[in-house]
Nanobody, 123 residues
Framework: QVQLVESGGGLVQAGGSLRLSCVASVRIFSDYAMGWFRQAPGKEREFVAAINWSGGSTDYADSVKGRFTISRDNVKKIMFLQINSLNPEATAVYYC????????????????WGRGTQVTGSA
């Protein structure tokens, strides 16, 4: 089984940047496709980005395309989410997730989740 721990969240001014990390405790990290999701107060959890086992295939929500970049390092067993041009609408708890299959864009497709890291964009 894999365990996930997110970090890197914080308070950022509008237009600023942030890099989130997700460290995996697992024997073979490349067995897993990974995803980032977020949940704002009073809203449902929504898809942000996903990446396949090698990093060669990625998917993004339309709302973050061109501003967010997902990547992974299978040797270090870590996944990243680079957030640029952050706006207040990006304020949410960001979760990383893992699944032993191709990457997916629905939260129900993932069976392992981290506890999340808070990102707050100030106006």
């Amino acid at each position: 089984q894999v365990q996930l721990v997110e970090s890197g969240g914080g308070l950022v001014q509008a237009g600023g940047s942030l890099r989130l990390s997700c460290v995996a405790s697992v024997r073979i990290f490349s067995d897993y496709a990974m995803g980032w999701f977020r949940q704002a107060p009073g809203k449902e959890r929504e898809f942000v980005a996903a990446i396949n086992w090698s990093g060669g295939s990625t998917d993004y929500a339309d709302s973050v395309k061109g501003r967010f970049t997902i990547s992974r390092d299978n040797v270090k067993k870590i996944m990243f989410l680079q957030i640029n041009s952050l706006n207040p609408e990006a304020t949410a708890v960001y979760y990383c997730a893992a699944r032993r299959a191709i990457q997916a864009v629905t939260s129900t497709s993932y069976d392992t989740w981290g506890r999340g890291t808070q990102v707050t964009g100030s106006a």
